[in-house]
Structures are given as structure tokens and as C-alpha cells.
């Protein structure tokens, strides 16, 4: 096995390789966390809607929160708390950003637009939390389950929250709005 050596020293430390893995995960959506907490302010700034802004900004804060408990998690597992670039979640604020430039500044258009790419963000959150707080079971670290479980929930109604600004009445308004 190519890897023996390093994987065997890394064992003796005490670690598993599925708890290697667990951090490794942890540090990704801990960088996509931070990356969205920097993404969220411009979102809400190009909402049309009240409505929509008020909704991105209290996701603001829930996911400071949720940075927040990341930390805790890493601090309970005695890790330094450590980002490692999300490709997935750096390519999903690309995406939400380039709306702006492909749809028309005051249109409920560019909402319909901005629920969808918050959306992808979501799905992509509640897979990684769920993920997570399936290994944490598997590591035997229920405590640390339960926070993940905490934050999976929040993803999910958020998820719930953006599907009916669409619903009442976003996209209504934007199937009136012409090209
Ligand atoms: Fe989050
Ligand atoms: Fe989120």
C-alpha cells in the first residue's frame, strides 16, 4: 500500500482515517461558511424585495452562528480551527454574483434568480451537514452530532423560508416583468 507509512504514523497518534476525514471536512464547510459570511451583505444589497433582503440578512447571522459552532466543534476535538478552501461553495458565490450581472438591477427577475442560487448554497450546506453529522455518530461523538444536527435544521428552514418568498409572490411578480 502507497500509503502505509503515513497513514499507519498517523494511526499511532490515535487518529482514524475516518476521523481524518471528518476534519477534513469540517475545514471545508468552515471555509464556505466564512466565504458566505462575506457573500451574504452583497446579496442582500442586490435584492429587490424586502422581503428577500431581510431574509439574507438574518441568514447572515445564523450563519455566523454557525461559523461560531464550527469553532466550538474543532475546539472540542482539540483542533485549531482551520479553513480549507472550498472549491464547490467558492463556485456556487461566483455563480450568485454573476446574476447581477445577467439580470436587470430592481426587477423581482433578479430575485427569482438570487432564491435559486441561495438555494444551491443550501443543498449544498445541508448535504455537507448531514454528512457530517452522520460520521460524527459513526465516531462515536454525540455531543458533536447534536451541534451539527442543530445547524443541518437551520439550513433546511432556510431552505423553506427562500421557497416561499418565491411562492408568495416573487416569481409572480417577475412572470409580469417584459424583457
Ligand atoms: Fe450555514
Ligand atoms: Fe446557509
Not at 32 to 54: D, G, I, W, Y
Not at 117 to 136: D, F, P
Not at 154 to 162: G, N, S
Amino acid at each position: 500500500m502507497e500509503n502505509a507509512g503515513k497513514g499507519s504514523a498517523k494511526r499511532q497518534q490515535g487518529g482514524s482515517l475516518l476521523q481524518e476525514l471528518f476534519l477534513d471536512q469540517l475545514r471545508d464547510i468552515y471555509w464556505a461558511e466564512n466565504h458566505l459570511v462575506k457573500a451574504l451583505p452583497r446579496m442582500q444589497k442586490a435584492a429587490t424585495s424586502a422581503e428577500l433582503a431581510e431574509a439574507f440578512e438574518e441568514h447572515l447571522e445564523v450563519t455566523q452562528e454557525h461559523v461560531s459552532r464550527l469553532e466550538q466543534i474543532f475546539e472540542m476535538m482539540g483542533e485549531k480551527a482551520q479553513g480549507k478552501k472550498c472549491e464547490a461553495m467558492e463556485g456556487l458565490v461566483k455563480e450568485a454574483e454573476s446574476i447581477l450581472q445577467e439580470t436587470e438591477e430592481g426587477t423581482s427577475t433578479r430575485d427569482a434568480a438570487l432564491i435559486i442560487a441561495a438555494q444551491k448554497v443550501e443543498h449544498y450546506e445541508i448535504a455537507s451537514y448531514g454528512g457530517l453529522a452522520t460520521l460524527a455518530k459513526t465516531l462515536g461523538q454525540s455531543e458533536i452530532k447534536d451541534l451539527l444536527g442543530q445547524t443541518l435544521e437551520e439550513e433546511k428552514e432556510t431552505d423553506e423560508i427562500l421557497t416561499q418568498l418565491a411562492e408568495n409572490n416573487i416569481n409572480q411578480a417577475a412572470s409580469q416583468e417584459d424583457m
